[in-house]
């Protein structure tokens, strides 16, 4: 199975249709498996006086409170609609992160098959109860969450009548951009020791090194916030990957996956085993011998090609009577030699 990249929009679109589709197109020319967008009603998400996260305090308008910024970020039921069928028609999956209870029972009337949790719900239990209940795949992000409040999501999501073995976690650390020295990936194999399930890793970094190392540790899942450009006013442009680094990073996961696809034993390849001969080497004369004359280490070097006797034969040469001349740049064959 190979990995399961979702190009996370998110509200890098800034509640604009026309730009929600070129993210989707720009998706679609990298090569993700999915998109995925946010769906919320600001009302439903906020109180009027919240405040923002450090992180969109720094990128959008100082004046204006969370709840603010997030109408502005709204999509309509109508663009989820137009969104959904163009994701049909460019043959990408349509993915978006409900926040709050009307928004997970309208996007499984539009017929959703995979439910992303944010991490920000892992502690909701109305939320997680109604997720539960409706027995799809599940992917869970667990930035800023412990093992235990991660346990405890599992079971509630489990409880409500979710197929277990349909769960995938996400490690993720929620600083955006999150400082490498942060990230923690190793935490990533504690999910899957612990709870025995798929594994994967949402990135907020900057680059696309952190999600490629992800990968090569056993992530079967991959999420990476990316954008028209950073230059664009919102919460999360600055920390997303512009439409050439989404490219390079799906580039980079498929030819990691290809270096993981052997069956893990240590013999040569089909592609270098053409290259046994050229790159070894062979005995070789390395100073005029008679016949009859014994071979010692003076008579003998290695050099390649390796399609004589094998420098591994060295000590089983020494002290052998040749049975003809032989001249310098010569290979030494087994029957020039006496037993």
């Not at 509640?15 to 919320?40: H, R, V, W, Y």
């Not at 667990?142 to 197929?163: H, K």
């Not at 664009?232 to 270096?259: F, Y």
């Amino acid at each position: 199975m190979s990995v399961f990249i979702i190009a996370e929009a998110g509200v890098n679109h800034n509640g604009s249709l026309n730009l929600a589709k070129k993210l989707i197109d720009i998706a679609c020319s990298a090569g993700a498996n999915a998109i995925k967008f946010q769906t919320f009603k600001a009302q439903n998400l906020a109180t009027k006086n919240s405040q923002k996260a450090f992180y969109q305090k720094e990128n959008t308008s100082k004046e204006e409170t969370q709840f603010d910024m997030l109408k502005k970020l709204e999509l309509s039921e109508k663009d989820h609609e137009e969104l959904v069928a163009y994701c049909i028609r460019k043959k990408i999956i349509f993915l978006s992160s409900p926040f709050d209870l009307e928004s997970i029972n309208f996007l499984n009337g539009l017929g959703l098959k995979i439910f992303k949790i944010p991490s920000g719900e892992i502690t909701n239990l109305p939320y997680l109860k109604r997720i539960g209940k409706l027995n799809k795949k599940v992917i869970l992000s667990t930035g800023m969450s412990n093992i235990e409040e991660i346990r405890f999501a599992i079971e509630v999501i489990s409880s409500e009548g979710q197929d277990r073995n349909r769960i995938t976690l996400l490690h993720c650390n929620s600083e955006y951009p999150t400082p490498f020295e942060d990230v923690n990936l190793k935490a990533m194999l504690e999910l899957k020791k612990t709870f025995n399930l798929n594994i994967g890793y949402s990135d907020h970094t900057l680059g696309i090194e952190v999600p490629i190392a992800a990968v090569s540790m056993g992530a079967r899942v991959i999420e990476k916030h990316f954008t028209l450009s950073r230059e664009m006013p919102g919460p999360d442009h600055l920390a997303s990957l512009t439409p050439n680094e989404l490219k390079l990073m799906v580039m980079s996961i498929r030819n990691i996956e290809r270096t993981l696809s052997g069956k893990g034993k240590k013999i040569p390849s089909k592609s270098e085993a053409k290259n046994i001969k050229v790159a070894r080497k062979s005995i070789f004369i390395s100073k005029r011998i008679e016949k009859g004359d014994i071979l010692r280490e003076e008579h003998l070097i290695t050099l390649r090609p390796g399609d004589g006797i094998s420098p591994m034969q060295w000590e089983n040469i020494i002290g052998k009577r040749t049975n003809k001349t032989l001249e310098s740049g010569d290979k030494l064959r087994w029957e020039f030699i006496d037993e």
